[in-house]
């Protein structure tokens, strides 16, 4: 297991972080780090020997977080901005139809699984609507909850200065 990052890297967080309850004087859910933000790699750990975890300083926020692997990208690597993210609730806007039979109707909710950015003609999801999972273009899906309800809660590694 060797760390992809090291001392120093600019890195791009993919998800919005926010307190797990670990973060000194901010009430758990509260938004630390939006998705896209960039910050600095500060220190390089493991957890239970088995994850890697960066402490990721990020300076416009002024908050020093730790974030798994999978959740940073290189500053340089392209970056797709996205309405939704993994585990939010959306709905559909218009009917989702295989060979012709309506699936999902209009205002159905469903959850976000996965979020590809990289997709031509702009990201995609993957929404398991109740019985089914499909994969739809961001144009036919609604906000249920609140911009600020989705995200991944995450322990911080370090106080607000």
């Known amino acids: 297991m060797r760390p992809r990052y090291d001392y120093g890297d600019e890195v791009r967080v993919v998800r919005n972080v926010r307190n797990d309850g670990t973060y000194p004087g901010m009430e758990t859910g509260t938004l630390l780090v939006r998705r896209g933000s960039v910050g600095h790699v500060q ?10 975890i960066y402490s990721v300083h990020f300076l416009d ?13 290189p500053v340089d690597a392209p970056w797709v901005s996205t309405r939704f993210e993994f585990r939010e609730k959306v709905s559909a806007q218009v009917p989702l139809a295989i060979n012709g039979e309506v699936i999902v109707r209009p205002g159905d909710e469903g959850e976000i ?17 109740p019985g089914r999972t499909l994969q739809v273009p961001e144009s036919a ?3 249920v909850l609140a911009p600020a309800q989705g995200g991944t809660l995450r322990r911080a590694t370090g106080g607000r200065e």
């Open 43 to 52: 220190n390089i750990g493991t957890y239970l020997q088995d994850y890697i």
């Open 61 to 73: 926020a002024n908050v020093l977080v730790g974030c798994r692997e999978e959740e940073l990208i």
């Open 113 to 129: 699984l996965k979020v590809l950015r990289d997709v031509p003609g702009g990201p995609v999801y993957h929404v398991r609507f």
């Open 141 to 143: 899906l609604a906000q």
